[in-house]
Nanobody
Framework: QVTVVESGGGLAQPGGSLRLSCAAS????????MGWSRQVPGKERELVAE??????LNIDALKGRFTISIDNAKNTVYLQMNGLKPEDTAVYYC????????WGQGTQVTVSS
């Protein structure tokens, strides 16, 4: 069993930045990946970024504005979001991917002036 907890969401102005954090705890054994997806009400969940415990970028959908990084010592993944746009407004979900995928509860990101 793995528990995933996100933090760092909130309100940002267009062009601003936010940094999301996600800590995993529990049965974290061997190679794995962690990532972020986002969902707007009424739309399908969209994969944003994923990074392996070896540091390989598996998914990098918003390259150039969003940067994912991982700290294996802390079992924590970060999503640095720069140049935010109103269309980035969504609930951002973190996940841990090992033998199965574990999702966090989500954190709201709102981009508005």
């Amino acid at each position: 069993q793995v528990t995933v907890v996100e933090s760092g969401g909130g309100l940002a102005q267009p062009g601003g930045s936010l940094r999301l954090s996600c800590a995993a705890s529990g049965d974290i054994i061997g190679p794995h990946a962690m990532g972020w997806s986002r969902q707007v009400p009424g739309k399908e969940r969209e994969l944003v970024a994923e990074i392996s415990s070896a540091g390989n970028l598996n998914i990098d959908a918003l390259k150039g504005r969003f940067t994912i990084s991982i700290d294996n010592a802390k079992n924590t993944v970060y999503l640095q979001m720069n140049g935010l746009k109103p269309e980035d407004t969504a609930v951002y979900y973190c996940y841990y991917l090992g033998a199965r995928r574990y999702w966090g509860q989500g954190t709201q990101v709102t981009v508005s002036s």
